[in-house]
């Protein structure tokens, strides 16, 4: 059954959307598994609490990145795939390109070396990326209250990240689609219906 992961910058609106899409499928009758990044598994959960609180250097990041997923994939994702389930991860590796690669600058070719190790070929077989001008998602943000340590980040950091997710979007236009989410609800709504049924939902 499909994997499908989730991106978007914060305050892009992605986790209403996450959270239709998985009724939606649940309603056609899918079995559906709705898991997040970092976390999903209860040590993935430990480690998300130390890296949205905790001061850490750049690469620390990563690693616990993934050593959150590696758990992850081992213990929920691909026993689910398994299962005959939709797999829907709120993030997954290309929120590390984009936030330790592009907002943090660390080298592309170091998260290749994890990507090969901890996902041994496990690719999502799309992933959506929800896209709004950074002036929105900023606002949005301010909206919801307290931070936590990327939220507190600053609008460079913020570029960049979005820039990360356009490239991924151009070096990978068949896995990864942009969705613009400064629209109606019900046009955004008819275009994730769309490619769900691409899917095959
Ligand atoms: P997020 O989905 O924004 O959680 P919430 O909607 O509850 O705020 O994810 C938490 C943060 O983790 C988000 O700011 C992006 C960051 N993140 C990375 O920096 N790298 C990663 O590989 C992942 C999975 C998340």
Redesign the pocket.
């Known amino acids: 059954m499909p994997f499908v992961s989730f991106e978007g910058v914060?305050g892009a609106g992605?986790?209403t959307h996450v959270g239709w899409m998985a009724d939606w499928l649940t309603a056609r009758g899918h079995r559906v598994v709705m898991t997040?990044?970092?976390g999903g598994t209860p040590l993935g959960e430990t480690l998300r609490g130390l890296?949205?609180n905790e001061t850490m250097c750049a690469d620390t990041?990563l690693l616990l990145?993934f050593a959150a997923r590696a758990e992850h994939i081992h213990q929920v994702i691909r026993p689910a795939l398994s299962r005959g389930a939709w797999v829907l991860s709120?993030?997954?590796?290309d929120?590390?390109y984009a936030?330790?690669c592009g907002?943090r600058g660390i080298a592309v070719e170091r998260l290749r070396v994890l990507e090969h190790w901890v996902q041994q070929g496990l690719q999502p077989d799309m992933t959506f990326v929800f896209d709004v001008s950074l002036d929105i998602a900023r606002s949005r943000l301010a909206a919801h209250g307290a931070a936590?340590r990327?939220?507190r980040e600053n609008a460079e950091f913020f570029e960049r990240v979005r820039a990360m997710y356009h490239w991924r979007a151009v070096q990978e236009p068949q896995r990864v689609r942009l969705v613009s989410t400064d629209r109606e609800l019900d046009a955004i709504r008819s275009d994730l219906q769309q490619l769900l049924l691409e899917l095959g939902a």
């Open positions: 914060d992605k986790s997040r990044e970092p890296l949205l990041e990145m709120d993030r997954f590796t929120a590390s936030y330790q907002g936590d990327f939220e």
